[in-house]
């Protein structure tokens, strides 16, 4: 993210980003974690933002468990043909 989310401040106070993520992510996709973050800040700072904002979140899957995916010849592990 960029400093807009972590400076966002309501009366001198910056928002708590770690805490509000902690209890809006993980339900739901990962659009629905977004959107829930951005509807916090956009109320903590009472629909005034005064800084550029941009979010990404990423979801963990899990390792790839598909044998047959070719791992391509220029990274490490790769097997020689």
């Known amino acids: 993210f960029t400093d807009g989310l972590g400076e966002a ?6 928002f708590p980003t770690a805490d509000r993520a902690w ?3 993980g339900h739901g996709t990962v659009g ?3 959107a829930s973050l951005e509807t916090a800040l956009v109320e903590w700072v009472h ?3 005064d800084d550029d904002i941009a979010l990404v979140l ?24």
Do not use: H, I, K, N
Not at 65 to 79: I, R
């Open 58 to 81: 990423m979801e963990y899957a899990g390792p790839r468990t598909d044998p047959a995916v070719a791992v391509p010849s220029w990274e490490v592990g790769a097997t020689e043909s």
């Open 9 to 14: 401040r309501r009366d001198g106070e910056f």
């Open 23 to 25: 209890r809006l992510l």
């Open 32 to 34: 629905d974690g977004l």
């Open 47 to 49: 629909g005034q933002l």
